[in-house]
């Protein structure tokens, strides 16, 4: 369609509905007219973005997460039966390890001294040394 054309169209088609909308009664063309200002005025307020609901979803999908994350229970590693024995152990009111075996940690004591595994004064392991 040409320009020339579309204009004669729009007034043509103009034309005529004018001519149709004085033949209406009062009262209809009223509400007729009402009908028409209240879509102009609806057509005037701001849509919503379209952004918005993908945007709150993905931020309740997020603080869902965080609320699992954070409330996740923690599981602490349960400890083996070798070291709860051994802390009975230690624990126990009738045990004395010092006191038990005196010798045995003043043998100890003595091979630190002396460095090598022969209780101190041992003259064979002296002999063996020099010889």
């Known amino acids: ?22 033949a209406l009664e009062p009262d209809v063309r009223r ?11 609806s057509s005037r307020r701001p849509a919503r973005p379209r952004w918005i609901w993908p945007t709150l979803a993905t931020a309740g999908a997020a603080a869902a ?3 699992v994350v954070v409330l996740q229970p923690r599981h602490s590693p349960v400890p083996s ?5 051994d802390l009975d152990l230690l624990t126990r009111d009738d045990f004395e390890l010092l006191t038990e075996d005196a010798e045995f940690f003043a043998w100890i004591a003595a091979q630190e001294e002396t460095g090598d595994g022969s209780p101190a004064g041992d003259s064979t392991a002296e002999e063996e ?3």
Not at 81 to 85: I, R
């Open 129 to 131: 040394r020099s010889g």
């Open 31 to 41: 509400r007729l007219e009402r009908a028409r200002r209240q879509a102009l005025a």
């Open 65 to 67: 997460l965080a609320i």
């Open 1 to 22: 369609m040409t320009e020339m054309n579309r204009r004669t169209f729009e007034q043509r088609a103009r034309s005529a509905l004018q001519a149709r909308s004085e």
């Open 81 to 85: 039966a070798p070291q709860t024995a």
